[in-house]
């Protein structure tokens, strides 16, 4: 069974088609999360491992990397049975 | 006195009221005569360093107060600037700089590595200048020196001015359909008639909180800027991270208590995608004005129906005719989710015409190409005659002088008197706000290793996004379809706006009766493969 960090990063590469560096590469930094990919990335989230997140405590640090989008993935119980 | 440059605006301003607000720019702010000073001492720097009359200046640097300080003391100092975007890619801004023959590139801190990439090792004539911070104070880029330095000084008066209203003030730099962005020329006596027209029709009053959140390359900024300098108002900057997280927005409105806000369309969609504006929400703000695209109407709704305090206006114009030629306030929430949201009625100055192929008014109510002519025409393209005669035109039926920009919409003038638009006659398209022509995408991609062929078509979404750019790919031989690695690639020519989201291998590309390559039949297979994502 992949990890979460491997299905995540699975999303950017065939999904959104973005080719991240490593786990802990800047998404910021490099440009490779705009508003149109929060947005798709939020959809297959929900879609693969039930998270739905309330928007209004997001913060930027929680999707600065592939890391930290799976901390907080794993940390909301999201994604545990699947 | 009377207002013949731009910088007029803020002269008066700091004269008037020089210790009011001019700027929020995160913690900082920047008063009309810090603004005015700063701007003098720049100027006087600029003309020290060499500078003359028409000169270009480029400015690679973040929204900012020190950017806006750049665009007065070029201004000042009788040149010409050109907003550069510090997130596109290097080889696209290469392009931009040398079209504009800049003899000076402006960088910061943030851009200091951009700006040596730019200058370094090549055959160019531009010099860096260079803008030191606390934070920053030298420039580390070993291959370059920079022309000049300058610091946050401050000079009582700026250079003597030799300037006409005639003069160009800025270039702004569009994406061009064979691959090379084109830089329109706007004048002075362009903008200043738009800026009376719009601070006297909006109301803004040196009690304003306006917002800044379109980039400054972008021709919607150039309202933010003059028409908060002409009303004397405060001008928050909106820092491009937060377009991220729509509630931050929602936040940044909230708690600056924003009066005014102006920005593309997208965004708005995307803050109410999210659902992050609360009823009666915003307080503060009077008046919200969007432009660059069309806003879908049930996000319309959306907004309209939780502010009910504020009014919605919609502009329209491209960046060649300055900033918005028309513009229609929504006069009350619209019931049906599919009501089109006509593009209204010309601003002063300004002639909207609905022409056919003849150059005459098809009868009312039926499709043409939409021309625009008045005060805010640009002389045309930045040392393109070709390009500019292709699309500035005589008036027909007008004075030899009149011209016409024919802008490549299609449009309709209803039985109301209101114009409509439906849609493009050519490929550009408007994603997120942006002017984009696929052609600059397909350019990019002949060059792009592991494809032998490609093609790019848009897909209207009902997302907030606007269109959807898809690629259709042959791969060369032997190579796999990598739909990630392409846009690594694509994304070093191009700037991250224009990178297609959606990619399909072909065997070979599909071709019409004519030879060419049949974009309808690749658009339907976007669409299918889109529809059976969602279903």
């Not at chain 1, 491997?6 to 959104?16: D, G, H, K, T, Y």
């Not at chain 2, 951009?114 to 860096?128: D, I, M, P, S």
């Not at chain 2, 291959?143 to 700026?158: K, L, M, N, Y």
């Not at chain 2, 499709?367 to 699309?391: F, H, Q």
Request: hydrophobic share 40%.
């Amino acid at each position: 069974m992949s990890t979460c960090i491997e299905r995540i990063q699975n999303i950017f590469s065939q999904v959104l088609y973005r080719d991240v560096q490593s786990p802990q590469a800047d998404l910021f930094e490099t440009g490779l999360l705009d508003s149109m990919g929060l947005v798709e990335l939020l959809f297959n989230l929900e879609q693969q491992f039930g998270f739905q997140p309330d928007i209004n405590n997001l913060d930027f640090d929680q999707f600065r990397s592939i890391e930290s989008i799976a901390n907080l993935v794993e940390s909301s119980g999201a994604g545990q049975n699947s | 006195m009377t207002v013949r440059l731009l910088q007029d605006y803020l002269i008066r301003q700091a004269q008037a009221r020089p210790r009011a607000v001019a700027i929020v720019d995160g913690d900082r702010r920047l008063t009309y005569a810090e603004l005015d000073r700063q701007s003098n001492s720049l100027a006087w720097t600029l003309r020290e360093a060499g500078c003359q009359k028409g000169d270009r200046i480029a400015l690679l640097l973040p929204k900012s107060a020190v950017a806006i300080v750049s665009m007065f003391a070029a201004l000042k100092a009788g040149c010409i600037y050109v907003p550069m975007d510090v997130d596109s890619p290097r080889d696209r801004l290469d392009l931009i700089l040398g079209s504009s023959g800049s003899r000076f590139l402006l960088a910061v801190g943030s851009s200091a590595s951009l700006a040596e990439q730019l200058l370094a090792g090549t055959a160019t004539t531009t010099r860096l200048g260079w803008l030191e911070s606390p934070s920053h104070p030298e420039f580390l880029g070993g291959g370059v020196t920079p022309g000049f330095r300058w610091q946050a000084a401050e000079s009582e008066a700026p250079p003597e001015s030799t300037g006409s209203s005639e003069d160009v003030a800025h270039l702004l730099f569009t994406s061009g359909s064979t691959g090379r962005p084109k830089g329109v020329m706007i004048t002075h006596a362009n903008v200043i008639p738009f800026i009376d027209w719009a601070t006297s029709h909006f109301n803004y009053t040196p009690e304003d909180y306006i917002s800044g959140h379109p980039p400054l390359h972008f021709d919607l900024s150039t309202l933010d800027v003059y028409g908060t300098s002409a009303a004397g108002a405060q001008l928050h900057l909106v820092s491009p991270k937060l377009n991220l997280l729509p509630h931050k927005i929602a936040d940044f409105i909230r708690d600056r208590e924003l009066t005014q806000w102006f920005s593309v369309p997208s965004l708005l969609s995307y803050m109410a995608k999210f659902d992050v504006v609360r009823q009666n929400d915003f307080p503060k703000l009077k008046r919200l004005l969007w432009c660059g695209e069309r806003f879908p109407t049930p996000a319309l709704i959306y907004w309209m129906k939780r502010l009910p305090h504020v009014e919605f206006t919609n502009l329209y114009g491209p960046t060649e005719t300055t900033i918005a030629s028309s513009f229609y306030k929504v006069p009350e929430c619209p019931v049906a989710e599919d009501a089109p949201i006509p593009i209204g009625v010309p601003c002063a100055g300004e002639t909207l015409l609905v022409l056919d192929e003849q150059m005459q008014p098809p009868p009312v109510g039926d499709m043409g190409s939409l021309y625009i002519g008045g005060v805010g025409l640009s002389p045309g393209y930045w040392n393109d005659p070709e390009k500019t005669r292709a699309v500035f035109v005589d008036e027909p039926f007008g004075p030899a002088s009149h011209r016409l920009y024919k802008t490549g919409d299609l449009a309709s003038l209803g039985h109301d008197g209101l114009v409509y638009l439906h849609g493009r006659s050519d490929s550009q398209i408007k994603s997120r706000g942006y002017r984009i022509e696929l052609g600059e995408i397909e350019v990019a991609l002949q060059t792009t290793n592991g494809i032998r062929e490609a093609a790019v078509v848009a897909i209207e979404s009902t997302g907030f996004e606007g269109a959807v750019i898809c690629c259709a790919v042959v791969p060369e031989r032997g190579v796999a379809f990598e739909p990630q690695v392409l846009r690594q690639r694509l994304s070093q020519r191009l700037p991250h706006y224009m990178l297609p989201s959606r990619w399909l291998r072909f065997e070979r590309l599909p071709l019409n009766g004519n030879g060419k390559v049949d974009k309808p039949v690749i658009r339907s297979q976007f669409s299918e493969s889109l529809h059976s994502e969602v279903s």
